[in-house]
């Protein structure tokens, strides 16, 4: 405990960052845990910089929910399991004790563990939801459950129609929700009670030298926005700020937000899920609301009149270059599976692993939102501009480019040997029979390319990577290190981190111009006059077969220079590299922090980037 220049005992300050994600090992790959965790790191990083000025002790705690077994998850798909082990046992300072076993006594079971990122210790709290339908509770002089109470109160306070939103098809999404926001918010209010409680205690010290901890709470998406709006309703002084990653509106009109952004028409398309819509609005009671792109902040705005700032995300690269061994290792094995399998599976012509030019998209299956059929099409351009290169002699013969699309309804087991090269449609399910379909109506299947008549073919992969995954039996990052380039074409992605993800691994992308990704390249000084790393295709402005054709020719120039001029093609990775580099999470982590404390970070020149 520390003194301020008044003399007032200064308590400690608790950063609280949320969301609905259940920890390490249970979330899909990517998504908020990731965001989240990386913003809890930097900040703990920053915090033993010494660049903060500041006198208050300082800790911060990252919360989501615990399930404990499968099944206990809201959405019996995922079947999330939280698991802790990678954490150390959490010792708690006296004001978190303290409301932790408050929490406790009010039933709400709390799982706790800790990290340290140099002196700074960072908590993790999980809060067990499933079972507040059991929990005994009074509310206004009557009993009733826990889950009762909350929805009785959250109808009193904000009119959130809970007997409704319960019996829609997703009701239990939105009860697991408005609980888990109650959780986070009693944090709060039992943290900031302690030095109230204390006054009161007989024979207690004077008001001077009772510590006043202080708390700030960032919540990341919809799941947790109960608990600012709550916390505005009780009166109870904590500085928030509420983070739009899209909109659920948004999300619903995919690709057609777009339009109705230039239209601006705020009717929600058929289809948005209401009941977690209505949780979303609770943004506009934070002190702040921001979004990750400019996109989103534009849809919030049209559909809930909320006017937020942007504050991108980032990435985290403890490297200062990149790794060639790794990306040429794993160039050769992707090269050498795909020569072994395409012979054994498909016949034909041997294709030599020198001759094969792996390029990659990763993303959820969501077919239109993440332009596939842009991607397909400008393959069957590019299979053009290839075969006039060749037969105008400024490419070598039997050169042959094998784009993986990386998408899957969910994880896979039991597949047959040589997948994805050998991919029986029984295999396949929902959107990804619809892909495999797209892939051979275009002609891009293998059966051309092993005959000799293509030389480019687009390969399913409908797997979560993974050293285990059946395939290629390779991480994320060591296939986007091995292949030659990455192309997200997206049609509505707010942020596109996987852009940055591919130039982590030194791998050089082609993004759309929709993406948030591309907005936040604006932003990076260092970086406006060299950007040949990344390419940005304007999918807004041009046509469709304008930016189909502009897919192709960016994809061309990345596989020209990795074939004929490798020296340049090696500044390209540089140059993706560097601009993953400078878009890292110090910069949105201190507006983080600045929102939600009023203090500021002392600007040292960033050394890390570029050199």
């Known amino acids: 405990m520390t003194k301020d220049p008044g003399g007032l005992n200064l308590g400690k300050h608790f950063v609280i960052i949320a969301g609905e994600e259940a920890g390490p090992k249970s979330n899909k790959m990517g998504g908020i845990w990731n965001v989240i965790h990386e913003e809890a790191q930097t900040l703990a990083a920053l915090f033993n910089s010494g660049q903060l000025d500041t006198k208050e002790d300082k800790e911060i705690l990252v919360v989501g929910p615990y399930y404990a077994h499968r099944g206990a998850d809201w959405n019996r798909g995922l079947n999330r399991i939280t698991e802790m082990e990678e954490f150390d046992f959490l010792n708690p300072g006296e004001e978190l004790r303290k409301s932790l076993e408050s929490l406790e006594n009010s039933g709400i079971k709390v799982f706790t563990g800790c990290k340290f990122v140099g002196r700074t210790k960072i908590g993790y709290l999980q809060f067990q939801t499933s079972d507040f339908g059991k929990i005994r509770s009074m509310y206004k002089e009557k009993e009733m459950n826990l889950e009762s109470r909350i929805k009785s109160e959250a109808y009193e306070h904000l009119g959130l129609d809970s007997l409704r939103y319960e019996n829609m098809s997703n009701g239990p999404e ?79 009109a995919g690709y057609n937000t777009i339009q109705k952004r230039r239209n601006n028409d705020s009717t929600w398309p058929s289809g948005v899920p209401e009941n977690l819509a209505a949780l979303e609005a609770l943004a506009a009671y934070a002190d702040t609301v921001t979004a990750v792109g400019e996109s989103t902040r534009q849809e919030a705005r049209l559909f809930y009149g909320i006017n937020g700032i942007v504050i991108r995300n980032g990435i985290t690269i403890e490297s200062d270059k990149i790794d060639w061994d790794l990306k040429e290792n794993s160039l050769e094995r992707i090269r050498k599976f795909l020569s072994e399998n395409l012979y054994k599976y498909h016949g034909g012509e041997r294709i030599e692993p020198e001759k094969i030019i792996p390029i990659f998209t990763i993303s959820r299956l969501e077919v239109e939102n993440k332009g596939y059929p842009d991607l397909l099409d400008s393959l069957v351009a590019l299979e053009h501009m290839i075969k006039n290169s060749i037969l105008e002699g400024h490419m070598q013969e039997g050169i042959r480019v094998i784009c993986f699309l990386v998408t899957a309804e969910g994880s896979k087991t039991n597949l047959p040997s040589g ?193």
Request: hydrophobic residues 40%; proline residues 5%; contains cysteine.
């Open 174 to 252: 939105y009860t697991h929700y408005l609980c888990l926001s109650y959780a986070v918010s009693e944090l709060v209010r039992h943290l900031l009670s302690t030095a109230s409680e204390s006054s009161e205690t007989p024979g207690a010290a004077t008001h001077s030298s009772i510590p006043c901890p202080r708390v700030s709470l960032h919540c990341h998406e919809f799941g947790v926005f109960y608990a600012p709006a709550r916390l505005k309703k009780l009166g109870i002084p904590v500085n928030t700020v509420a983070t739009l990653h899209a909109t659920l509106p948004g999300r619903t």
């Open 419 to 611: 997948f994805p090269v050998n991919l029986p449609k029984e295999v396949l399910v929902g959107n990804e029979l619809r892909i495999q379909q797209m892939i051979e109506e275009r002609g891009l299947d293998f059966s051309k390319m092993v005959r000799g008549k293509r030389s480019v073919a687009a390969l399913l992969y409908p797997q979560i990577l993974s050293s285990s995954d059946g395939g290629l039996g390779m991480e994320v990052e060591e296939f986007m290190a091995g292949c030659c380039a990455g192309i997200f074409p997206s049609r509505y992605d707010p942020f596109l981190l996987t852009g940055l993800e591919a130039g982590k691994e030194g791998t050089p992308s082609v993004v759309s111009r929709v993406c948030g990704f591309s907005d936040a390249i604006k932003t990076i000084e260092s970086l406006k006059e060299a950007l040949g790393g990344v390419i940005v295709v304007d999918n807004i402005g041009l046509s469709y077969y304008e930016t189909v054709l502009d897919y192709a020719l960016a994809v061309s120039y990345f596989t020209r220079n990795f074939i004929e001029d490798r020296v340049k093609y090696k500044l390209l990775c540089r140059e993706a590299f560097l601009l993953a580099k400078d878009m890292d999470w110090k910069a949105p982590t201190e507006q983080y922090y600045e929102l939600i404390s009023g203090a500021r970070f002392c600007k040292q020149e960033n050394t890390a980037g570029r050199r």
